[in-house]
């Protein structure tokens, strides 16, 4: 995770199991990157470091840096992945927007976690220092309307008088963008405008029943959940699931199904 909010207090280990979708959709991310082995690489929002191992398979003769501004993310990941273990892989906490590093990396990747982000384009300016001349960028996050009928079920529910109040002066804690947004900031962070590739995609996150929708919710959503004192976070929970399912019904096999939306950023630094 990268976020810029309040510190919020990541259970990574219970994360790590309701993330089932943005894992799959990371391998399929990982797989555009076209690595030759020698690269060295920049894993943003690494989380539990388990895309970042896998990259660094397949960099034998380079290496990955994951970096996330949770110390439980990378206290798993470190866990997980001991320096002696992998000696191409390695760990810190960083803030996305403050990273300091200067043309160290022949790519930059990201997956699910620059939406945690409400301004980009000092993360933006970060990535383009950080990247050597001519390194990439390849970064994928929730876009504008992800989850759309999860936010307005969430919305209705704040404004109840059961909720209300634990919601005051609470603004939308995501940073979901378009190409329209984007592009001028790639350009102004200093990227090749004739690189830039951008693409915004409906995607189906399935979840296997009603208790891994659940679970996806207290883990992802905690912008929402940390308002609410912890004693009372599970009914939270339980109301937005049932409004929820009442509009939008498990499928004959019993799974939950949510409309998101995956933005695409690819550019080259000159």
Not at 133 to 157: C, H, K, S, Y
Request: overall charge positive; glycine content about 8%; some cysteine.
């Amino acid at each position: 995770m990268v976020s810029e909010n309040p510190r919020y207090h990541w259970n990574a280990g219970d994360y790590a199991r309701h993330s089932d979708s943005q894992k799959k959709w990371g391998r399929e991310l990982m797989d555009k990157l076209r690595l030759s082995g020698d690269e060295y690489l920049l894993d943003i929002g690494c989380g539990d470091g388990k895309l970042s191992a896998q990259i660094a398979r397949r960099l034998p003769r380079g290496g990955v840096l994951g970096v996330d501004s949770s110390p439980e993310m990378i206290a798993l990941a470190c866990n997980r992945y001991p320096p002696g273990r992998s000696g191409n892989l390695r760990f810190a906490v960083m803030d996305a927007r403050r990273l300091g590093l200067r043309a160290s990396f022949d790519v930059v990747f990201s997956n699910a976690a620059l939406h945690w982000v409400i301004d980009h384009r000092p993360v933006l300016a970060e990535i383009h220092a950080a990247l050597k001349p001519g390194g990439r960028v390849l970064i994928q996050m929730g876009g504008r309307d992800n989850a759309a009928d999860v936010v307005a079920v969430i919305r209705e529910i704040m404004a109840t008088a059961q909720w209300r109040s634990f919601f005051k002066d609470f603004s939308f804690p995501y940073g979901f963008y378009g190409p329209g947004e984007y592009r001028p900031w790639l350009a102004a962070a200093g990227f090749n405008v004739r690189s830039i590739r951008l693409t915004l995609t409906p995607r189906d996150m399935v979840h296997e029943d009603v208790e891994k929708f659940k679970g996806w919710i207290r883990t992802t959503w905690l912008p929402y959940l940390q308002r609410v004192p912890r004693e009372r976070r599970e009914a939270f929970i339980d109301t937005v699931a049932e409004k929820y399912l009442q509009a939008f019904a498990p499928d004959e096999n019993g799974c939950v199904h949510v409309r998101m939306q995956r933005l695409e950023v690819a550019a080259v630094r000159p």
